[in-house]
C-alpha cells in the first residue's frame, strides 16, 4: 500500500523530532511581523503577543478576523474603527480596561468576544451596532450593562440572600426559594438582572422590587401569589416574567408599561380575563396562559404586532374576538381543551401560522379561510364534532400532520388529495364510509389512520411509495377489497409481513 501524503508538511526539528504541521491557510498569519509583509493580503490575524501591534493595525484594510486572546493587552488603539471588512473581533482573557469609541465605526462586525477581562464600562453605541449578532461580555466588572440571556448565564449564581448582601453590587443574579417572605433589603441590588424566586410561600411581593431597574428576568413560580403591586411595572427593563403556579386572578392593570417584555408565562393561574393595556407589550414575542379561566380575551391582544406564540390550551374560552386575525407574526397558536363552538372568518390573515392546535374543542366547521394559512405544517383537530372540511383545506400546501381522530366525519373533500406535503393523516374514530380516490395521490404520506369507520373499501394505495404505517382493521372489508388492497399495498413501504397478513382474511 502507498500512503499519500499532499497536505501535510513535514519539518525536521533541532531535538531530532519529525512534527507535523498544517500548511498556512490563505490570508490567514499567526505572526505580525510576516503579516505585514503582505498587508492587503491578511483577512485573519490570530496572535499571541501584541507589541507593536497599536502602530500598525490600521495597514490591514481587508482584515476580517481579529483574535487576540490570553495576553497582557491592556487597550485598543482608536484606529481598530478603520478595519472596515471585520468581521469578528475575538479579544477574551486579556487585561483591557476600557474599549475606544471607535469600535462603533466597524459597519460588518458580527462577533465581539470581550471575555474574562477588567472592563468597567462599554461605549454606550456599541450595543447598537445593526450587525452585531455575537457579544460576549461575561468575566468582567461591568455596571449599567445589560447582558444577553447566554451572557448572564455564565455570571455567578447567588443562592444567599445574607452572602448577597455583603457586595449587592455585584451581584447579577440571584436565587431564592422556599422563601416565606422577600424582604424590602431586594431593592439594593440595583445591577440585579435575573431573580428566581420559584418554590416559595411568598403571599406578596416588597414594593422596594421596583428599584431593581436593572432586572430582566423575574420568575415567581409556584407561590402563593394573589396579586403583584402596581409598582411591579417600573421594571423597564424586564423581558421575561413567569408567574405560574399561583393564584392570581388578575394582572396589573398598568401591565402595558413593561414596553421591554418578550415572554410571559402565567400557565395554572387564576386569570380571567387580561388588562385592556395589553396591547402595549409591543415587544412581546410569547405568551403562555395555559390552564387558566378565560371565558373570553380582550380585543387589545391582536395589537400584539410582535407575538410567535399563543398559548392558550386549557382554558373555557367559547370565543374568539376577530383582532386575532390581526397578529401577523404569529407561528404558533395553541388553542386546545377549549370550548371553542367556531374559529374567526379571518382565522386565514394569520400569514406566518405554522402550529394550529385547535383539539378537544366543540367546532363543528371549519371556515373557508383557513386555506389561506400558506406556511401551516401542522394542524391538529382531534377530538371536535366536525361532519365535514372545507374544499380550501387542500391549499395548505406546506401542511406535513393533519389530525382529525375522533370527530364526525362522514366524507373527505376531494382537494385533499392536493396535499403534497402531508406525512401523516390521522382519521381514527370517525364516520366515514368512503375516501376520495384523491388520498391516492398524497405521495409524500408515511402514515395513514383509519380505525374505527365504517369503511368497506380503500381507494388505490399503490402510488403511496413512502406509506410505511396504516392504521386499519381489515377484518371489516369484503374478500375482493381485501385482494385489491394487498396488491397496492405491495407498490408502498407498508412492511411485507403486515401485507401478508391480509391472506388469512381471505
Do not use: W
Not at 493580503?41 to 490600521?58: A, F, M, P, Q, S
Request: net charge positive.
Amino acid at each position: 500500500m502507498k500512503l499519500y501524503i499532499t497536505s501535510i508538511i513535514l519539518v525536521l526539528s533541532f531535538g531530532g523530532f519529525l512534527k507535523a504541521q498544517l500548511p498556512q491557510q490563505e490570508g490567514h498569519y499567526t505572526d505580525l511581523k510576516t503579516a505585514l509583509k503582505h498587508p492587503k493580503e491578511v483577512k485573519k490575524l490570530v496572535l499571541n503577543e501584541v507589541k507593536g501591534l497599536e502602530r500598525k493595525l490600521h495597514k490591514f484594510k481587508n482584515l476580517e478576523v481579529l483574535q487576540v486572546e490570553g495576553t497582557s493587552l491592556q487597550s485598543l488603539p482608536a484606529n481598530i474603527g478603520k478595519l472596515k471588512k471585520l468581521k469578528e473581533l475575538r479579544l477574551a482573557n486579556n487585561q483591557l480596561t476600557d474599549l475606544p469609541a471607535t469600535l462603533a465605526n466597524l459597519p460588518q462586525l458580527e462577533v465581539l468576544n470581550l471575555a474574562n477581562n477588567r472592563l468597567k464600562e462599554i461605549p454606550q453605541n456599541l450595543q447598537q451596532l445593526p450587525t452585531l449578532k455575537n457579544l460576549q461580555l461575561r468575566g468582567n466588572e461591568l455596571k449599567g450593562i445589560l447582558l444577553r440571556p447566554e451572557d448572564l448565564q455564565h455570571t455567578p449564581l447567588y443562592t444567599s440572600l445574607t452572602e448577597a448582601l455583603k457586595e449587592p453590587e455585584k451581584v447579577l443574579r440571584l436565587s431564592l426559594n422556599n422563601l416565606q417572605e422577600l424582604p424590602e433589603s431586594i431593592g439594593q441590588f440595583k445591577n440585579l438582572q435575573s431573580l428566581n424566586l420559584n418554590n416559595g410561600y411568598l403571599t406578596q411581593l416588597p414594593k422596594s422590587i421596583n428599584q431593581l431597574g436593572q432586572l430582566q428576568e423575574l420568575s415567581l413560580v409556584n407561590n402563593r401569589l394573589t396579586e403583584l403591586p402596581s409598582s411591579l411595572t417600573d421594571l423597564k427593563n424586564l423581558k421575561s416574567l413567569n408567574l405560574s403556579a399561583n393564584p392570581i386572578a388578575q394582572l396589573p392593570e398598568n401591565l402595558g408599561k413593561l414596553t421591554q417584555l418578550k415572554q410571559l408565562t402565567a400557565l395554572q393561574c387564576r386569570l380571567t380575563d387580561l388588562p385592556s393595556s395589553v396591547g402595549d407589550l409591543k415587544m412581546l414575542e410569547q405568551l403562555h396562559l395555559s390552564g387558566n379561566r378565560f371565558q373570553s380575551l380582550h380585543e387589545s391582544i391582536g395589537s400584539l404586532s410582535n407575538l410567535k406564540l399563543l398559548d392558550l390550551s386549557q382554558n373555557p374560552l367559547q370565543s374568539l374576538p376577530q383582532t386575532l386575525g390581526n397578529l401577523g407574526n404569529l407561528k404558533q397558536l395553541n388553542l386546545s381543551q377549549n370550548q371553542l363552538l367556531k374559529l374567526p372568518e379571518n382565522i386565514g390573515s394569520l400569514k406566518e401560522l405554522k402550529l394550529l392546535n385547535l383539539n378537544q374543542n366543540q367546532l363543528e366547521a371549519l371556515p373557508k379561510s383557513l386555506g389561506d394559512l400558506k406556511l401551516l405544517e401542522n394542524l391538529q383537530l382531534n377530538g371536535n364534532t366536525l361532519k365535514t372540511l372545507p374544499e380550501s383545506i387542500g391549499k395548505l400546501a406546506k401542511l406535513k400532520n393533519l389530525d382529525l381522530n375522533f370527530n364526525h366525519l362522514q366524507q373527505l373533500p376531494a382537494g385533499i388529495g392536493e396535499l403534497g406535503s402531508l406525512k401523516n393523516l390521522q382519521l381514527l374514530g370517525n364516520q366515514l364510509k368512503t375516501l376520495p380516490a384523491q388520498i391516492g395521490q398524497l405521495k409524500n404520506l408515511s402514515s395513514l389512520s383509519l380505525d374505527k369507520n365504517p369503511l368497506q373499501s380503500l381507494p388505490d394505495l399503490s402510488n403511496l411509495k413512502q406509506l410505511s404505517h396504516l392504521s386499519f382493521d381489515f377484518k371489516q372489508l369484503p374478500v375482493a377489497e381485501v385482494e385489491k388492497l394487498k396488491n397496492s399495498l405491495l407498490q408502498t413501504s407498508v412492511s411485507p409481513l403486515q401485507v401478508r397478513q391480509l391472506d388469512f382474511l381471505k
